[in-house]
């Protein structure tokens, strides 16, 4: 099954049980603290997250799988392969750039992983006859990374990523439920030591304490997952960052391990990295339809792509008072969206600051 794996552009598999229960009391905990934010489906969801079996009934066994997704480009030369992280970091000290979370500039995740363990799925009834089975990656109430560290992926880190030995943490989770009664896997165990660099470099402080994330200070989590108005005392900390953070994986140790991917869909697309911030805050709807179509970014919408972009402006004018940043926040002093109108008006303000 290793060997279909690879053939498909995955970096390992493994097999996981459905008793997750040991795993439940440290969820409902994190729900309980509100740490999940505006993610009400991880409320309404509730330990149906911890039980696979209840999510797709007959499920005795998962399969696990892991794809590495860092741009084929980033190991272009000896140079980068050695500095990847520290080329990702630099983009921080350009204030006038957009910075776009490394798995988010090529094609959306779910559509690879999903058709590709569907493949998987189909090789393996090829060999054993039809079987009961659904496929999931990050689209459902699946304790992902927790079915990934019991099936021998890795450990979970301080930042609750998985991490593997031999690839870092860049890398998607998928899984197959299935009705087959599967030999688990053997987990490995954790690497991290007294290695807190994670939590240290969080611009945000989201990583209230090892393996534990409170998602309403998480950069990916606001400029993702929430809908509304971002919290202005977090506005200044989130920098350049337009669309997730991978900070807490660009300082780890182990990333220096990370591997490039084997499919051309994680290539970064023309017009995502390296971009000016006034070029982006330029795009009109339909320009931001066609630049992301196929990918993450267009699940978020127009508006809050042009608040996140905004918020970064503002953030870029006080560090440079460049009117070139200023004229363009001022193009949608009268946006339509009053988010828009409001993330604006406080970006012009930080050049008082």
């Not at 049980?17 to 740490?35: C, H, I, N, R, Y």
């Not at 042009?306 to 008072?321: D, E, F, I, K, M």
Request: glycine residues 10%.
């Amino acid at each position: 099954m290793q060997g279909w794996a690879r053939e498909l552009g995955f970096s390992q598999i493994g097999v996981a049980g459905v008793d997750l229960s040991s795993a439940e009391p440290g969820l409902m905990q994190w729900l309980g603290q509100g740490f999940h934010g505006d993610m009400q489906y991880m409320q309404a969801h509730g330990l149906k997250r911890a039980r696979p079996a209840e999510l797709v009934p007959g499920t005795v066994s998962v399969i696990t799988a892991r794809m590495d997704y860092l741009p084929a480009a980033t190991f272009a030369d000896s140079t980068a392969r050695q500095g990847w992280q520290a080329i990702e970091f630099a983009r921080l000290q350009r204030p006038e750039e957009g910075i776009v979370s490394v798995y988010a500039r090529g094609r959306d995740y779910h559509k690879v992983l999903r058709a590709r363990l569907q493949k998987l799925a189909d090789r393996i009834a090829q060999a054993v006859g039809p079987f009961g089975h659904r496929v999931f990656t990050d689209s459902a109430p699946v304790l992902e990374a927790e079915l990934a560290s019991r099936s021998g992926q890795g450990w979970r880190g301080k930042h609750t990523l998985v991490l593997n030995r031999e690839a870092g943490s860049m890398f998607f989770l998928g899984e197959i439920y299935v009705d087959m009664a599967l030999a688990p896997s053997a987990p490995v165990t954790a690497h991290c030591g007294s290695c807190q660099a994670c939590i240290d470099v969080c611009p945000t402080q989201a990583i209230v304490a090892p393996h534990r994330v409170d998602a309403r200070r998480c950069i990916s989590y606001l400029t993702i997952e929430h809908a509304g108005a971002i919290p202005e005392a977090l506005r200044p900390l989130m920098g350049n960052r337009i669309y997730g953070c991978d900070d807490c994986q660009l300082v780890c140790p182990w990333n220096k391990f990370a591997q490039a991917s084997r499919l051309p869909d994680f290539d970064a697309r023309a017009g995502l990295a390296g971009q000016q911030l006034v070029h982006l805050f330029g795009w009109d709807e339909a320009t931001f339809l066609r630049l992301t179509e196929g990918g993450p970014i267009r699940r978020i919408g127009h508006e809050r792509w042009l608040r996140n972009v905004a918020v970064a402006l503002g953030n870029a004018l006080r560090q440079t008072g460049d009117a070139g940043i200023r004229a363009a926040l001022g193009t949608r002093v009268d946006d339509p969206s009053a988010l828009v109108r409001e993330h604006v008006a406080w970006a012009l303000k930080q050049e008082l600051q």
